[in-house]
């Protein structure tokens, strides 16, 4: 059998649940809360389906996205929304014009263990992350759970060609 070409090398990133810094937006809701004042004009909140996830690119350059690599341990739904460059977690509050267009959605269907997921959204939103890579050392993701889904039911990730 002949061979396709030399094998591109492949490099799998992990998104990550940022654990304090979901727990620090949390407060920040509560906190308002507490104080009976609303949110800043055109704030994200953080909704109690929401966790905030971190990739962390441990290569910046040369990177074509090849797919996602997303499971959920069960039946379920889980959207995967980004954020701008724009947003620095420790500075500032996340604000609605820093979510990225489209997000990918996934979803596992009762009585099957295969994902499914709106392709072209998911194609596009993981093209722009090779571009984002070559200008961020870390990128946050908004992931929504849904029809009984939580952090513990998801292990995903983003595999890259290495060019």
């Known amino acids: 059998m002949a061979e396709d070409g030399p094998q591109q090398l492949q490099l799998e990133m992990p998104l990550v649940l940022d654990q304090d810094l979901t727990r620090q937006m949390r407060l920040r809701v ?22 905030v996830y971190r990739l962390d690119f441990t290569q910046q350059q040369r990177l074509q996205f090849e797919r996602w690599n997303v499971v959920l341990d069960k039946p379920g739904k889980v959207t995967i929304m980004g954020t701008s460059q724009n947003w620095t977690p420790d500075l500032t509050n996340l604000m609605t014009r820093q979510l990225l267009d489209p997000a990918a959605i996934f979803w596992r269907k009762e009585d099957s263990d295969a994902m499914d997921w709106n392709e072209a959204d998911a194609l596009e939103f993981g093209e722009r992350l090779s571009d984002l890579a070559k200008i961020r050392k870390v990128m946050y993701f908004l992931i929504t759970f849904g029809e009984g889904v939580e952090p513990a039911n998801l292990k995903a990730s983003v595999v890259f060609n290495q060019l």
């Open 30 to 51: 509560e906190s308002l809360k507490q104080r009976g004042e609303k949110r800043q004009d055109g704030e994200k909140l953080l909704r109690p389906a929401e966790s």
